[in-house]
């Protein structure tokens, strides 16, 4: 069964401070992994998306990492901001027969204070 | 260029009824898909619709069903609510297939009672 879990479930860090999410994934064929920031009331907006033979990605203050062969990704969020603060999921996309099936993360809340 | 838009945004039902979520994709994108989103489960697939024909399909009830028109709008209906189907229904636009970027809307909020 095709699983993503995402590490840790909610994080409060301090501003201009680093952190890293997790997610670890048993879905195959890997097509490709995205990662996403939803704010509250909102829908969720790409921040990055990578394939397999891609092992890192930026988009500003964030870097996404993948590791296909451990079947793991990162997002690493630099001096935070309070605008971070957020839900991040982590969404990966298996090839399946004429389209991709998606399995989504269910998220870190991610908290960024004063 | 205007976003996905969602109608309405926030709607409240008594189970047993039914309800229709209506979404209207970006101009010029043709595949409209759409998401359960609920605080336990995270983000669920329900379908996805290309050139109004349903392209992919997640595991939920037949009592979701969805239609997309020839100007790519699209409604899902849900029938026979019940609490369970209280929860933030997304839906994602793109131009075509997976390879190309997916813009979500803001959401409709569908309270059960």
């Known amino acids: 069964k095709n699983q993503v879990e995402q590490s840790p479930q909610s994080l409060i860090i301090l501003e201009g401070k680093n952190c890293t999410l997790q997610c670890n994934y048993t879905v195959s064929p890997f097509s490709n992994l995205r990662w996403y920031k939803q704010d509250t009331g909102r829908g969720p907006v790409s921040l990055t998306i990578m394939t397999f033979s891609e092992n890192t990605k930026s988009n500003g203050r964030y870097t996404a990492t993948l590791d296909a062969d451990t079947k793991q990704s990162s997002l690493h969020i630099t001096a935070s901001q309070l605008s971070d603060s957020a839900s991040y999921i982590c969404v990966v996309s298996a090839l399946a027969g004429g389209g991709n099936k998606l399995t989504f993360g269910t998220g870190t809340q991610l908290k960024v204070e004063l | 260029k205007a976003g996905v838009t969602q109608t309405p945004r926030y709607l409240i039902k008594t189970r047993g009824q039914q309800v229709t979520l209506s979404c209207s994709p970006i101009?010029?994108?043709?595949?409209v898909s759409w998401y359960q989103q609920t605080p336990g489960q995270g983000l669920q697939f329900l379908f996805e619709y290309f050139s109004e024909t349903q392209r992919n399909k997640g595991n939920f009830p037949g009592r979701f069903s969805g239609r997309q028109f020839s100007n790519s709008r699209s409604e899902m209906n849900v029938s026979t609510l019940e609490l369970g189907d209280s929860a933030l229904y997304l839906c994602?636009?793109?131009?075509?297939?997976?390879?190309?970027?997916?813009?979500f809307g803001p959401g409709t909020r569908l309270t059960v009672t």
């Open positions: 994602a636009s793109r131009w075509t297939g997976e390879g190309y970027e997916q813009y």
């Open positions: 101009s010029g994108h043709r595949s």
